[in-house]
């Protein structure tokens, strides 16, 4: 992916974004998320875990 794919695609509505997720992590059968002594992780108000992840190594690092 090339810098000005990748402007792009971060620039589109989250609908956009999500149809782009999914094709990648069914295409490449993989995802990216953040570790630093544990995943990076967050919770909704009912204390349910929420992770984060991305469809490319580009978008984890962004």
Known sequence: MNNKEFESLIKQPANIRYEYFIKQVVDREEVWGLYDDGWAASADD??????PFWPRKEFAEY
């Open 46 to 51: 009912s204390g349910n875990y929420l992770f």
